[in-house]
């Protein structure tokens, strides 16, 4: 079945820096892939998401970039700011499938 | 979302209880999921519905079960059989459009702690 790994498990980077969150998927029928952001206690949100048929995808700070030969995908924020901390997981979802896939998550904290 | 709504919010139970949580959403959705969440760790799939009246097992489904009468509710029942059923659940719903599943939006969740 399909399997997702994420790295790094946690992450700190300056404020005003920019952070990288990668992720390998093992399904080449993969063709949907979320990231959704989850602050301490409440739910996960949908921060932005990509399909196969894009490479790339951004929105303000946040974009984020699939390479389907290589099966990898990115998280990229830019100025990141303290609000930013949260921890992060990436996800994939078949063709036709209603299940997804998630990663192991990613702790990313913002030093002020 | 808050087109998806959990309750209760916080539950305590004590062993060998079976207790029900709840998940209602209101956003025509298809497809509905529950997933586990231990402290730090990331989700794990309980259990899923793609349509009413059907449901299949996730990667953790022991001790747990799930009943899918109508579309916009899918509760989940944590068993006594279910032996370390302490964790934050969370439920979420996902839309078909064109034979394709869009993006899962997710519950507030429930903090289940048994005593």
């Known amino acids: 079945g399909e399997n997702v790994e994420q790295h790094p498990s946690t992450l700190s980077v300056q404020e005003g820096d920019s952070a990288v969150i990668k992720c390998t998927y093992s399904d080449s029928a993969s063709n949907y892939f979320p990231w959704y952001k989850q602050e301490l206690g409440k739910r996960p949100q949908l921060i932005i998401d990509?399909?196969?048929?894009?490479g790339e995808k951004k929105d303000q700070r946040i974009a984020v970039t699939l390479n389907k030969t290589a099966k990898h995908f990115s998280l990229h924020i830019t100025e990141t700011q303290p609000e930013d901390s949260a921890v992060y997981f990436c996800?994939?979802?078949?063709?036709?499938?209603?299940?997804?896939?998630f990663g192991s998550g990613t702790r990313l904290s913002i030093r002020p | 979302d808050g087109g998806i709504t959990q309750s209760p919010k916080y539950l305590f139970r004590k062993e060998g209880q079976n207790v029900t949580l709840s998940c209602e959403q209101n956003l025509n959705h298809d497809a509905m999921y529950w997933y586990r969440q231990d402290p730090g760790q990331g989700l794990r799939l309980i259990y899923y519905?793609?349509?009413?009246?059907?449901?299949q097992k996730g990667d953790i489904a022991e001790g747990y079960s799930v009943s899918r009468e109508k579309k916009e509710s899918f509760p989940l029942t944590v068993t006594s059989a279910q032996k370390n059923p302490t964790a934050f659940y969370l439920c979420a719903s996902s839309p078909l459009s064109g034979g394709v599943y869009n993006e899962q939006f997710f519950g507030p969740g429930t903090r289940l702690t048994v005593l």
């Open positions: 996800a994939a979802r078949g063709e036709g499938a209603s299940k997804i896939i």
């Open positions: 990509i399909r196969s048929n894009v």
């Open positions: 519905s793609q349509i009413v009246n059907d449901f």
